[in-house]
């Protein structure tokens, strides 16, 4: 079956795809939203335009969709990704990387049935902990982006998901609650290295914008 | 797949796609852990006569809104009919159970979170609960021996037999009523 992947250049989309990928599906596009709505509930906004070169290493197409960001109308440039993927790489499902999300979950469940398409959730409900240590196991590499809770800051940003950084959630979700994958919107990745790429990307700078707990690193590839 | 030791719960598959274990049976084999129960998980066009006996429970999970292939296949889970274990049927699972005695669906697409009303206590659960929906049918109206216990049929149980049912998916944000079933159902 041909699947286009929803696709934020963030952790859960790229294990998601590898799933998909490992299940012996063909994975036939990269379909990704740059929205220009900082604090959309739906899509992930720091570094989206640097899904190219996560495309460009996997070898597969991506549509990029670029969105104002307002609530529902990204939702319509949503629809149109889709429509466009199922059009010119003849998919006949879609793979999200939604975890607790019901918000997010049920808008695509929505343009998935509206368009006639498979919808796949293959980390739906996962245990968080289970996520990064999968991301270990699978050898995906994956950094911070960007934070938005307390006590995370500035000094967050470029973490690598580790054994160390496992370590570092476990204590984070006991003395503050913080949700070990970022489920919260706590944190946000970016994967510079997995086995569905066929080199791994480097970093060549960075600049980091924000304040107190609430920062992103817009990277330069 | 088989883990654990003891009481055996049957986990029944109905997904066409094996990508979609990962949502609608992984989930649940998660549960059954987290209540230290051992668990054996099957597709429903795979199962022996075996694997009725040995299970001490059994849950019939859900499949995607477009994957209908279970329902062409109903004679799979003819068993049902005779079966005295105690069984929970979900979403596609709650379809199967609805039609094996013979209750009719009709076509209603619901997708996301709303409100259910219980009518009677189900699995410990009382008056109301924001529930995950996601499914193509809806029951207008259960035959006997199945027994309304929310208004629109969302959640039902046979007269006599401990089997339950609902067609929203109780394994997102109410594993409680799982738990329940696995515990005391």
Not at chain 1, 71 to 83: F, Q, R, S, T
Not at chain 2, 45 to 51: C, F, G, N, R, Y
Request: proline content about 2%; hydrophobic content about 35%.
């Amino acid at each position: 079956m041909k699947l286009g992947i929803l696709y934020s250049g963030g952790k859960d989309s790229n294990l998601a795809a590898l799933i998909a990928k490992k299940e012996g599906y063909n994975l036939s596009c990269l379909i990704s939203i740059a929205s220009e709505n900082k604090e959309s509930f739906m899509f992930h906004t720091p570094s989206i335009s640097k899904v190219t070169a996560q495309a460009k290493a996997m070898q597969i197409p991506l549509i990029l969709q670029k969105t104002k960001g307002e609530k529902e109308i990204e939702l319509i440039d949503l629809k149109k990704a889709i429509k466009k993927a199922k059009k010119e790489y003849k998919i006949q499902g879609v793979v999200t990387g939604a975890v607790e999300s019901v918000y997010q979950a049920s808008r695509v469940q929505k343009i998935c049935n509206e368009l006639g398409l498979e919808c796949f959730n293959p980390l739906w409900q996962k245990n968080q902990m289970e996520i990064l240590e999968d991301l270990i196991k699978e050898k995906l590499g994956v950094i911070v982006i960007a934070v938005a809770a307390y006590p995370l800051g500035q000094k967050f940003l470029g973490k690598k998901i580790n054994e160390k950084f496992i370590e570092e959630m476990k204590k984070l979700k006991e003395k503050y609650q913080i949700n070990p994958a970022g489920e919260g919107g706590e944190y946000e990745t970016f994967v510079i290295n997995s086995p569905l790429f066929k080199k791994s990307l480097k970093i060549k700078s960075f600049k980091d914008f924000g304040e107190n707990h609430s920062w992103k690193r817009e990277l330069e590839i | 797949m088989e883990k654990g030791v003891g009481n055996m719960i049957l986990i029944i598959s109905t997904n066409k796609e094996l990508l979609h274990h990962y949502e609608f049976s992984k989930p649940i084999e998660e549960l059954v852990k987290k209540e230290n129960q051992a668990f054996a998980t099957k597709k429903y066009d795979k199962l022996i006569s075996k694997d009725l006996e040995k299970a001490t429970k059994i849950i019939i999970c859900g499949t995607s809104l477009k994957d209908l292939e279970y329902a062409k296949h109903l004679e799979k889970f003819n068993w049902i009919k005779k079966f005295d274990k105690p069984i929970f049927g979900i979403c596609a699972g709650a379809q199967i159970i609805a039609r094996i005695f013979g209750t009719t669906l009709k076509d209603s697409t619901k997708i996301g979170l709303e409100k259910v009303i219980f009518k009677k206590e189900f699995l410990n659960i009382k008056k109301e609960l924001q529930v995950y929906h996601l499914h193509q049918k809806k029951i207008s109206s259960l035959k006997n021996p199945l027994e309304n216990y929310s208004k629109d049929n969302e959640a039902f149980k046979h007269k006599t037999k401990q089997i339950y049912a609902t067609l929203f998916h109780p394994e997102v944000r109410n594993s409680q009523i799982i738990s329940n079933f696995i515990k005391n159902g």
